[in-house]
């Protein structure tokens, strides 16, 4: 009987054993077949030629959770990067307010104020010496506005031809360079600038 089977086997093409299927049922009995289990079974796909075997229901519950596992990083990182979007806009929002407060400040007091005495930085184009603190820039829309109004403030300046971050300035520690219209100049950093 056993060598009938091998002639038989043999006959056969290799084609019609490398899809051999052991289904198991909840009841447990176990079926050999060519076409998969269906979703009720446990799936065993069988390796005719090795004798290997793959557990397909396992198979395919790692597959979903390697693909639940990439969907939530892309999502992750989806919202990683729209937070790091949401922040670039509200640094420049922020840096536009400071910088409309500073030309309020400017048309109120024209005696006081060349009137291109503190420009706004475009965000958008910002110069070289102020890129690197592109982060920044709300502040240091902020502190020119203090600089000029604190070299005011000392008696020695009646009016501020130029109020620009120099190029001493550091991502911790911005420094501005106060031109006024006698001749006078003032440096200031952010520490002087927010002291009381």
């Known amino acids: 009987m056993k060598n009938l089977f091998f002639v038989f086997a043999l006959c056969l093409s290799a084609d019609s054993w490398a899809g051999v299927f052991k289904c198991?049922?909840?009841?447990?009995?176990?079926?050999?077949?060519a076409s998969p289990c269906t979703v009720e079974h446990k799936a065993v796909q069988m390796n005719t030629k090795t004798g290997s075997s793959v557990d397909l229901n396992a198979l395919e519950r790692q597959q979903a959770a390697e693909a639940?596992?990439?969907?939530?990083?892309s999502a992750q990182e989806q919202a990683e990067h729209q937070a790091k979007l949401d922040a670039i806009a509200k640094n420049k929002q922020d840096a536009r307010v400071q910088s409309e407060m500073t030309q309020t400040l400017i048309k109120q007091n024209p005696m006081q104020f060349s009137a291109f005495a503190i420009p706004p930085y475009d965000p958008e184009k910002l110069?070289?010496?102020?890129?690197?603190?592109?982060?920044?820039?709300p502040d240091v829309e902020k502190f020119r506005r203090l600089a000029a109004q604190k070299a005011l403030a000392?008696?020695?300046c009646q009016r501020i031809e130029t109020d620009e971050l120099t190029g001493k300035s550091k991502p911790d520690q911005l420094n501005f360079l106060i031109n006024c219209s006698s001749g006078k100049t003032f440096l200031f950093n952010e520490a002087d600038l927010v002291q009381p």
Request: neutral net charge; charged residues 25%.
């Open 24 to 33: 198991t049922d909840v009841s447990g009995h176990t079926n050999y077949q």
């Open 68 to 73: 639940e596992l990439k969907k939530q990083q």
């Open 127 to 137: 110069p070289a010496q102020v890129k690197p603190f592109e982060t920044r820039l």
């Open 154 to 156: 000392s008696g020695e």
